[in-house]
């Protein structure tokens, strides 16, 4: 009896943990403090489809991507991936190099990077299935050969599984339209409820400004402020 009991109790213990392990595992990359280079669940990029090898996706993303991409060469379109997963620590590089460069006051500097950048912790691109394509410059979507593209995109994308969370819908709170921001439904969405139910203010931390989240309600706005899919 005393056996059994024990028994149950270290199950139980171990149930615990593992669970304890998991959460903390996804609360790891929701707000991006990993290294993709060793998670299991990522891969590197191949050279051919990107124009920087170092990185890195989850790897249902980079398969239905790679099916995108042939379909899209079909159509005389070619898709090739500039940006992908950015850990907490390259995100928080970015956003202090902006916010050194910035004026005014806590929140009026942090919302004039958020038009673009995400603040450290609430980046899709955290999540491994959020991509970047072809270009991040506005005026290079204006050219007949991207809006050729983005055509198509807005067209097929979605038989991938990929959406267009920052539209140019002007209701929608949150980042600038990004026309090059593609994001991987089946697992994002996941994550999204995931952030809603797990991630606050507290868990954003280590970067110049970070008490300005709550003052600009970056969860509401930036990480929970998409487009409808």
């Not at 995108?68 to 928080?92: E, H, W």
């Not at 599984?161 to 994001?183: A, V």
């Amino acid at each position: 009896m005393k056996k059994l009991i024990l028994s149950y109790f270290l199950i139980t213990f171990w149930l615990f943990a593992s669970s304890q392990s998991i959460a903390s595992a996804t609360l790891d990359i929701l707000t991006g403090r990993f290294d993709p280079k060793e998670h299991p669940a990522f891969v590197k990029i191949p050279d051919r489809f990107t124009d920087n090898s170092e990185m890195y996706v989850r790897t249902e993303v980079l398969n239905a991507f790679k099916r995108m991409y042939a379909d899209a060469r079909k159509d005389g379109i070619k898709l090739f991936i500039v940006s992908a997963t950015r850990t907490f620590y390259r995100q928080a590089e970015i956003w202090d190099y902006k916010w050194d460069k910035g004026t005014g006051i806590r929140a009026y500097r942090a919302a004039t990077i958020l038009q673009y950048s995400s603040m450290p912790g609430t980046s899709r691109h955290h999540w491994g299935t959020d991509i970047d394509l072809c270009s991040t410059e506005n005026e290079d979507w204006d050219t007949p050969e991207l809006q050729k593209a983005l055509a198509w995109l807005q067209l097929h994308a979605a038989e991938y599984g990929f959406f267009m969370p920052y539209t140019d819908d002007p209701n929608r709170p949150g980042y600038k339209y990004e026309p090059w921001h593609w994001s991987y439904f089946p697992i994002s969405d996941i994550y999204t409820e995931t952030y809603r139910n797990t991630i606050t203010n507290h868990d954003l931390y280590g970067f110049r400004g970070y008490t300005a989240a709550r003052q600009l309600n970056v969860i509401s706005d930036y990480v929970l402020g998409i487009a409808s899919h």
